[in-house]
């Protein structure tokens, strides 16, 4: 059997190699370890640990919160920051028209996730090869570190469409054989929806341990994959049709699956430290932690430069609300969204949040000059908490930031952090890909008790939002949609509902440019973004998405030197 150096050999090796003379080239390694001595359920479960690991080394400059490839870029925040400069790949990447196949930051995402899946395929070699008389856990860490892979080949999909698929039984140069078009794009589907259906099967109904996937965070996953694999597209990204048989798989893994789950009776629950502990709407999150014994912590990198700028934070007041994001929580004399008329007119401050009416999750969502930050009513956020102000207005991000009062805050100087999870799905989500699939099946009158849900438990939520004097922070009017009293629930209407339900239930979590591509609306969705919205913001007017290739990031060109052109570019790039 070929032997291995210990990898902890190799670095010390370096170091002395840049320090010392080359006589030290002439010593004899004195730690040598064989492949054979590796294959024990005690190093298979520490390369467990390093799979799970990897889903919290996430960085600012590449988040697993996805807030700069799905909010950036969909109209829903800005980049933020000191001005467009400030992590200019991010500003490239939100105007589309700049973006490029040398971004590295592009290039770094795709990496990471790679590391992620490389993470996963080392522990399957390793366990593979252990029975399960001497590792009795061995389907069952074969099941998560599928799942594991899946994850990230799944963001990875959503991301560059056509990706190379490497699993364990890829070893030394053949990665570099490994084509990104071996597979078609449904292929690829197959492919990922395959390692969920593998979890699925052998994965437990519970977990004792924090942060393992069970069967149902499986099916649920796997009802995903078969949404966004329902919207069968052309090679120019165009949506050719929608698989029926496709989604009505999506109604029954649902269906297994919301028994499992529960709404959070407040809605601002979702995005507390103090309520990570027993939730029952989070179905797979990133696990967090603070005070562990490590400098500083499993905290949430990701999203550190999205604080304001006050004193009890400091920096860098990134991911920035959009104007059109704030006006689309108004609401009409019925409670029901402004679907035509909300972006007729701008929000901004003081009266105008009272002049007009708005759905409930505004407050969770957006600080907004003179309401209380993260539901203290001592704590009022302020223009000047603001940085660039005359680039992108004055309002800042709330679901990912904590309180600086929080346990689970820390600061990690010059930025900030917290030990908050970060949710991969919440159950608010798995119902709504139900009442999707339903709409699209032709069945919304199924689909009316599930947006209804939504939007009652988003109704009942403003127990925390309170100015100091027990006043609403805003004009809350929502309802529920009524047919026949105060909508007509046609399936086009019904499509229309849904798709705004969406946005503003997932607004600022890294969800919403998926959700647009995915409908196959992404171009003339965008292109009316940029042509109203860069009247209000000027750094916009360079602003253009190209249909047929902005759908999906460039398959980074650094990747595709390294498969010695092998790997394929996407079309219109």
Known sequence: MKNKTIILLAIIATGFLISCSDSFLEMTPKSIISNDQLLTPENAEGMVIAAYAELGNDHYTAPNSLWPYADNTSGDSYKGGGGTGDIWEFNFMELFAFNTTDNPLVDQKWYRLYV?????????????QLSEEEYPEKTERQAEMRFLRAHHYFILKTMFKYIPWIDETVVGEAYGEVSNREFSDQELWDKIAAEFEFAASNLPETQSDKGRPNMY????????????????????????????SKLQEVVDLVDEVSAQYSLFTDFGYNFLWSHDEGSTESVFSIQRSVDDG???GRLDWGNMLNYPMNPEYGCCWFHIPSQNLVNSFKTDGNGLPQFDTFNDSDVLEGADFYDNSFDVRLDH?????????????????????????????HFSSLKENQSPNCACFQKVPPFMASSKNTDIIRFADVLLWKAEALIELGRQNEA????????????????????????????YKMDIYKPGVNCDWTQEFARQALRWERRLEFAMEGIRFFDLVRWGI??????????EEKTKREYLKDG??????????????????????LYKQNHGW
């Not at 600080?367 to 207005?393: C, E, M, S």
């Not at 008790?449 to 438990?457: D, S, W």
């Not at 992404?522 to 042509?531: E, K, L, P, Q, V």
């Open 522 to 531: 992404a171009g003339d969705y965008i292109n009316n973004y940029f042509a």
């Open 217 to 244: 965070a499986a099916k649920a996953y796997l009802a995903k994959t078969k949404l966004y694999q329902a919207y069968e597209q052309g090679e120019d990204n165009a949506v050719t049709s929608i698989n029926s």
């Open 448 to 475: 009316l008790p599930i947006i209804n849900e939504i939007r009652q438990r988003a109704n009942n939520s403003t127990a925390m939002l309170k100015m100091n004097d027990g006043t609403p922070s805003s004009n």
């Open 116 to 128: 992620g899946v490389g993470r996963a395929n080392e522990a399957l070699k390793v366990i593979n």
């Open 294 to 296: 490590t400098p500083k």
């Open 544 to 565: 253009q998405f190209t249909e047929g290739k902005h759908e999906y990031f460039a398959i980074p060109q650094n990747q595709i030197d390294f498969s010695k052109g």
């Open 365 to 393: 969502t957006v600080a907004i000059p003179g309401h209380p930050w993260k539901y203290d009513p001592n704590f009022i956020y302020q223009k000047d908490w603001a940085r660039a102000t005359q680039i992108y207005g």
